[in-house]
């Protein structure tokens, strides 16, 4: 990987503009644990309180970008206040992220790809269903579609390109692998991952009050679950 | 609240808009809104309407619409050449209209998109806190979808205003040659040729919609040292990427992430204005620094007031 210190760039943490208003903090340029919580712990730094101005603060996997009104606060002064914020937030203490753990129907017609997965790896679809079950995964942000999680942590003995031909229509919940990521489809939208089971569950869902079931700075882990437990489940019974 | 257009006919891409969904973008879920907010809100101010009403914003070939009651209506931005029962009506004027007369529009004059406001702004149930359409996400407006024929729109009640014309000094001109000023971007030092983009015209792509302008021009190179993509981060409306091939891309409301370098960002009130070009126009690029930049902004904001102030 080209290092950006080849590009005379100064060292982490990095302040930048983003157009008229969005104040880019890079943290670091690898994607890692570390990455991971340094992002959540500088995004609680520059949230208790707000900063002035700010409006909305959206991390990425080694950065911040907070959007701010430059009605209300000059860049200038905006990132001398976040750069004061990041200096204490190395020493913070945050406790562990919320682990949100969701039910997946693994293999079927929920997840029509899982013996193309087992296969690329050597596996039996009982042992996809079992590794990728026993990972713990951080989101490291969201985005792609509304409430799409970007988690890392997916063991490497489940890596799988993406289909060679991508669906034109991936049903909301599917959970799917692509190279060395796993995720789970937001809304019904065309997509290229491998899908290996589907979740019950409304990761999105506009009408609900918090329309979000995973946050940024959470962990995911999967439980897997039978068919008939799906279909209770999705006509409201409780995972 | 109460019934009060019919579409006909649904024109080439219509939807509900208003200044957007602001505080779920660490959410993936993007700002959308009206792309043109000077248009928009100067369509709601004609008809007395506070700017965060919604409007339809009608890109290229408008809709044709039946009108369901007494009310008023105004239209502002790009000239669609709109026709009110098969006479010419004029932008930037507000109109008393009746039930059964009909709207429709002729194709493009100038710019690329049209506002329309009625008196009262068109009413849909909020979606987290705002009327516009996000079609990707399928969610605000009617529900998360472009106009078709036979739908109703309801708006809400409005108070009866006069007729009002915007003042000559408040309209824009839509020229399909413009220059937008950018603030240099994260990853401007990935690139060689820097001159060349801030000296080069960018020719609008037909592959230019919400979500982004994709542009055709010289293409800018990446250093031999630079990656010619990042770890993916959050991006702003306004934001330009560059892919591998060079060619930058415009990201207009619809994306609240990014993988591809940014050699700069355009500021808010250009957007305003790239929202007006259509595909075969020109762009040109120049440096300014944030603060400069800043100041635009404010300077943009305080027109957007003086405008409603010059109507209330």
Redesign the interface.
């Known amino acids: ?2 290092s950006l210190e ?4 100064p060292a982490f943490p ?1 302040f ?7 104040l ?1 903090v ?1 943290l670091g ?3 890692d644990e570390a990455g991971f919580h340094a992002v959540r712990k500088a995004q609680f730094a520059d949230t208790h309180p707000p900063l002035e101005g700010v ?9 911040l ?1 907070l ?1 701010y009104d ?2 209300a606060v ?3 002064d905006l990132a001398a206040a976040a750069k004061e914020r990041l200096s204490i937030a190395g020493n913070l203490q945050l406790p562990p992220p919320k682990t949100v753990t969701i039910p997946v129907a693994y293999g079927g017609d929920f997840g029509p790809d899982i013996d193309f997965v087992a296969r690329h790896n050597g596996l039996t679809p009982d042992e996809v269903v079992r590794l990728h079950a026993a990972g713990r995964y951080p989101v490291y ?8 999680p ?1 988690l890392g942590g997916l063991t490497k003995r489940l890596w799988t390109p993406r289909l060679k031909t991508p669906r034109t229509r991936v049903p909301a919940g599917s959970v799917g692998i692509a190279n060395n990521q796993t995720g789970i489809y ?4 065309p997509g290229g991952w491998q899908l290996i089971g589907r979740t019950p569950l409304k990761i999105f869902d ?2 609900r009050k918090d ?2 079931l995973i ?2 700075g959470n962990m995911v882990a999967f439980n897997a679950i039978t068919p008939e437990e799906y279909r209770r489940i999705e006509k409201g019974g409780l995972p | 609240m109460s019934d009060a257009v019919k579409v006909l006919f649904p024109g080439a891409f219509t939807t509900l808009q208003d200044p957007g969904r ?8 993007p700002i959308s809104g009206c792309l043109d907010l000077y248009a928009h809100v100067a369509a709601n101010a004609l008809v007395g309407n506070p700017e965060n009403a919604a409007t339809l914003e009608m890109t290229v070939l408008g809709p044709k619409l039946e009108f369901l009651r007494d009310c008023r209506t105004a239209m502002a931005g790009g000239d669609l050449r709109a026709f009110l029962n098969g006479a010419p009506l004029s932008p930037w004027r507000s109109v008393a209209v009746g039930k059964g007369d009909l709207l429709s529009f002729k194709g493009v004059k100038t710019g690329c998109r049209a506002y329309l406001a009625v008196n009262g702004g068109f009413d849909v149930p909020p ?2 806190g705002s009327r516009s359409t996000y079609t ?4 605000g407006g009617l529900d998360g979808r472009p106009l078709k024929a036979g739908d109703i729109l309801r708006k809400g009640e409005g108070t009866a205003v006069r007729d009002l014309a915007l003042p000559e000094s408040f309209i824009p001109a839509y020229p399909r040659e413009i220059t937008c000023r950018v ?4 990853q401007a ?2 690139f060689e040729n820097l001159e060349t983009f801030y000296s080069a015209a960018y020719e609008v792509t037909a592959k230019a919609d919400r979500m982004g302008y994709r542009l055709k021009g010289p293409a800018l190179a990446f ?1 031999p ?3 010619q993509s990042i ?9 330009i990427q560059v892919p591998a091939d060079g060619q930058p891309i415009i990201l207009m409301g619809e994306q ?2 990014g993988g591809y370098a ?1 050699i700069g ?4 009130p250009d957007l305003w204005r790239i929202a007006q070009l259509r595909p075969g126009d020109k762009i040109h690029f120049t440096p300014i620094n ?2 400069t ?2 100041a ?3 300077e943009a ?1 305080k027109r957007l007031y003086d405008l409603q102030r010059a109507l209330a």
């Open positions: 990987m080209t080849n590009l005379s760039l990095l930048q503009p983003l157009g008229d208003r969005g880019l890079t340029e690898t994607i409006t909305e603060t959206i991390p990425g996997y080694t950065t970008l959007l430059p009605k000059s860049y200038t942000m969201l985005g792609f579609t509304p409430g799409f970007y937001s809304v019904d939208s506009p009408d329309p979000f946050h940024p | 602001y505080g779920y973008q660490a959410f993936g879920v979606v987290m990707r996400g399928g969610i603030v240099a971007g994260p030092s990935f250093k040292s630079a990656p770890v993916s981060e959050a991006v702003v409306p306004g934001a609240t992430v940014k960002g355009v500021i808010t944030v603060e930049a800043q635009a902004y404010r904001m």
